[in-house]
């Protein structure tokens, strides 16, 4: 079973920064790829950056050249790395894992609580 913790959202003004942090944890499955989705009042949830175990990374127009995903060494830790912040950016910020249990061969996905970001004006 998979465990999500993220860490890094809060309360910035228009063009700051914030980093996320999500960290997955457990036992007896690879990780395919994490993410970042979010979700604005009212508003679905939308993605905003992934990437896979081989790095290979993909982002939402709407955060091309302001955001950057990354992992650590071992693969279960991504950041998101969000500069020149805009309110149009504040939502909650979800992360997400793709894996597979091992001898299993289909994926699942598992979503952390989530974390708030608001940018003020």
């Known amino acids: 079973q998979v465990q999500l913790v993220e860490s890094g959202g809060g309360l910035v003004q228009a063009g700051g920064s914030l980093r996320l942090s999500c960290v997955a944890s457990g036992n007896g499955f690879s990780i395919n790829s994490m993410g970042w989705y979010r979700q604005a009042p009212g508003k679905q949830r939308e993605l905003v950056a992934t990437?896979?175990?081989?790095?290979?990374?993909n982002y939402a127009d709407a955060v091309k050249g302001r955001f950057t995903i990354s992992t650590d060494s071992a693969g279960n830790t991504v950041h998101l790395q969000m500069i020149s912040l805009k309110t149009e950016d504040t939502a909650v910020y979800y992360c997400?894992?793709?894996?597979?249990?091992?001898?299993?061969?289909?994926?699942?996905?598992?979503w952390g609580q989530g974390t708030q970001v608001t940018v003020s004006s």
């Open positions: 997400n894992a793709d894996y597979s249990p091992h001898g299993v061969r289909r994926s699942y996905r598992y």
């Open positions: 990437i896979t175990s081989v790095g290979m990374t």
